[in-house]
């Protein structure tokens, strides 16, 4: 389960401002052994600052910061989570619109080792 209520706190011509927490909880009732991670049991709680940059009325960037804890069944004690994300979406009211996103996370600290992942997607698309 994921819950991630947001309040917008500034809308302003260029820069719009909001803040939110983040939680989500989910486990698997079974630990295969095929290289994924399926704890049993994970919590993740942060706090998410969004920041959208408006370019142009057809161009925008929006930055999400989200900085808290985690924890699954390994842990003794919550350890540190955050993601950072960048994503542009350019075409917002155009038939095509490109969606691209670069994120960097920082999660799941073990005893036994840090992951850290980052993704870049790109997406065309066409609206109807």
């Not at 290289?35 to 009325?57: A, W």
Request: aromatic letters at 14%; a negative charge.
């Amino acid at each position: 389960m994921n819950i991630v209520p947001i309040m917008d706190v500034s809308d302003a011509q260029y820069l719009n401002v909001a803040l939110g927490i983040n939680g989500l909880w989910y486990g698997f009732s079974q630990q295969l052994n095929n290289g994924y991670y399926d704890p049993h049991s994970y919590q993740l709680y942060q706090g998410v600052s969004y920041f959208t940059i408006k370019q142009s009325e057809d161009v925008n960037h929006i930055i999400t910061i989200a900085i808290g804890t985690e924890k699954d069944e390994t842990m003794i004690r919550p350890g540190f989570a955050a993601d950072f994300t960048l994503r542009s979406i350019i075409g917002i009211y155009d038939d095509w619109q490109i969606n691209a996103l670069v994120e960097q996370l920082f999660e799941i600290q073990r005893a036994f080792y840090n992951c850290k992942a980052g993704n870049i997607v790109s997406i065309l698309c066409k609206q109807h």
